[in-house]
């Protein structure tokens, strides 16, 4: 299998699907919006683009599944299961605040072997394949250096529709605002991990999201060189709905901090 070639065209497909997204942007209007849950939002365009992302992703492997977030194909798990989100950041996207960003991630049998985030706003794409690096617009990216969790900048997403940890996670951010560098939120949590990945932020964490959302970019930071796992450190992060990443340096001690307070 050739890893390099087909991420190379999961790559043209992302850029060409968010020059779409860029355009359909400027007409938008927040007439368009569709309710799937309590502040989760959805619009034509989110459905138009996963529509050509899973029309591009079936040329360059025909025979390949897809769990994808706006359930556009009825193509489930396969031997090679594409994971997509065709828009996070779709709640930013309607206000016309960035970032907005496609992820895509490629899994064989239960491994990720290719992951690509195109933030749309800046026309960036962080990519990664098996037996690659993980690189930016071409560059090769490493995560940061960073050896304590008091030197970090850290970023998460705020809860939107689960509350029920919310207390925890709220003790969380009061320990990190008091022992960190900052804590940042962006409100797409496929670019905070592909943040983490090229060294931006130290470190990630989040809870309630779904497998689309992390894939790709939590391949990225451990292709470039950083650490991910659940709150209790184990691999259920792309299925288990939370995630932690760092720093190879700082990951055993940040894993800990947030195993402390959301684990209770």
Not at 47 to 67: M, N, V
Request: aromatic share 12%; glycine share 10%.
């Amino acid at each position: 299998m050739n890893y390099k070639n087909i991420c190379q065209q999961t790559v043209e497909l992302a850029i060409e699907t968010g020059k779409y997204i860029e355009e359909a942007g400027k007409a938008f209007s927040v007439k368009n919006i569709e309710i799937k849950g309590k502040h989760n939002f959805v619009t034509e365009v989110d459905k138009t683009a996963e529509k050509k992302i899973i029309s591009g992703l079936e040329k360059i492997l025909p025979d390949s599944g897809f769990i994808a977030e706006e359930g556009t194909t009825e193509k489930k798990e396969r031997h090679f299961t594409w994971i997509v989100d065709p828009l996070d950041g779709t709640t930013n996207f309607i206000h016309g605040a960035p970032p907005v960003a496609i992820s895509i991630a490629l899994m064989e049998k239960d491994e990720i072997v290719i992951g690509v985030v195109y933030e749309i706003s800046y026309k960036e794409c962080f990519y990664t394949y098996k037996g690659g690096a993980a690189y930016l617009n071409g560059k090769e990216i490493s995560v940061s250096a960073t050896s304590s969790v008091s030197e970090s900048l850290i970023a998460t997403g705020f809860p939107y529709s689960n509350f029920g940890r919310l207390r925890s996670f709220m003790s969380s951010l009061k320990y990190l605002f008091n022992n960190t560098h900052g804590v940042r939120r962006l409100g797409s949590a496929a670019t905070d991990l592909a943040y983490v990945a090229c060294g931006r932020y130290d470190g990630f964490y989040e809870y309630n999201l779904n497998p689309w959302d992390v894939a790709a970019g939590a391949y990225l930071i451990q292709q470039a060189g950083g650490k991910v796992s659940d709150f209790k450190g184990k691999n259920n992060y792309i299925f288990g709905e939370e995630i932690v990443a760092a720093n190879f340096k700082t990951f055993e001690e940040f894993r800990k901090i947030i195993g402390d307070f959301m684990n209770t």
